[in-house]
């Protein structure tokens, strides 16, 4: 038994696992799709131990699969990242890193925080994606992102965690609301209005309806919507008040006319973490910049707590 896989065949695999189909895999790879067959009935007779299997909802991995579909992925991302940061000599850029952050993340301080790199090291390459907090952890061990910036609850065991910036979070509302005159609230008092709920199952989200089952209480969202812009309008429209992270909604707040106050609960801060592979997996260029957003972190604390 030999169990020599070469790229070509792991990447097929790898296509036929997210395809859930061996024709689709086939098109996608510009391949017939009997060469597919073959080459992954190879690896099963090579390994003695069927791969795939016909499920519901199409071709699935065995446990066998799975094994081989997540060291597939980690293979090929460092093939990619090697092929990528050698060609880029030749060009003059010399190291690219591929960052996965959060929504807020993108929204608050990361960009700034990535310019400041580029204007100090003007040979590197940076991209950036937003992703979700599960698929950002799920890119960086497997491979295909270098660095993700999550907030801290997310689960990344095995990753490296190193301590980036945090927010506040705040309550939005019409400044006429009966809340708006006072300049810090608890989240019991937000209880007893209406609210409107932004990206529902979001983190934000889970975590104010947590603290409510605490208290014993219900929130009562008399509208859901998916972003922060309509969550602001609806909010600007009289319908009720919104939990937001105070640097990501300060402008768009201020520009409706509506006014923000700082939630005075400690849970309210939220802290951000730059997750990464242990050392050995990342190029110089990335660990260059995991050191400077981790400095920046330090030089600049979170701007929302203040009253």
């Not at 799975?66 to 060009?91: I, P």
């Not at 923000?260 to 110089?284: H, K, Q, T």
């Amino acid at each position: 038994m030999s169990r020599t896989f070469d790229p070509v065949t792991l990447k097929l695999f790898v296509a036929v696992c997210e395809e859930r189909n061996i024709a689709r895999a086939a098109a996608r790879e510009s391949l017939v799709a009997s060469a597919v067959s073959k080459r992954i009935g190879a690896i099963e007779q090579d390994l003695g131990t069927p791969l795939l299997v016909r499920g519901r909802r199409g071709i699935e991995p065995t446990a066998a699969g799975q094994t081989l579909l997540r060291q597939a992925r980690e293979v090929l991302g460092a093939m990619e990242r090697m092929h990528a940061e050698l060609s880029e000599f030749a060009s003059g850029v010399q190291g690219s890193v591929r960052v996965v952050a959060s929504a807020s993340a993108l929204a608050e301080w990361l960009p700034e925080d990535l310019a400041a790199f580029l204007d100090r090291h003007h040979a590197a390459r940076v991209s950036v994606d937003e992703r979700n907090s599960d698929v950002a952890v799920r890119e960086v061990r497997e491979g295909a992102a270098d660095l993700g910036v999550v907030w801290e609850t997310a689960e990344a065991p095995g990753l490296q965690r190193v301590a980036y910036r945090a927010d506040h979070l705040g309550v939005v509302m019409r400044p006429s609301h009966p809340l708006a005159r006072r300049r810090r609230l608890r989240f019991a008092d937000t209880l007893d209005h209406a609210s409107i709920g932004i990206s529902p199952g979001g983190l934000v989200d889970r975590l104010a309806r947590r603290q409510a089952a605490l208290l014993g209480r219900d929130m009562v969202q008399r509208v859901q919507v998916s972003s922060l812009d309509a969550g602001v309008r609806i909010v600007a429209a009289g319908l009720g008040l919104a939990i937001l992270p105070f640097e990501t909604s300060a402008a768009l707040v201020a520009a409706s006319g509506l006014v923000i106050r700082p939630l005075a609960e400690s849970w309210a801060e939220r802290r951000f973490v730059i997750l990464a592979r242990e050392d050995p997996w990342l190029s110089a260029t990335a660990r260059l910049l995991l050191a400077h957003l981790a400095s920046r972190a330090s030089a600049y604390p979170a701007k929302g707590a203040a009253s």
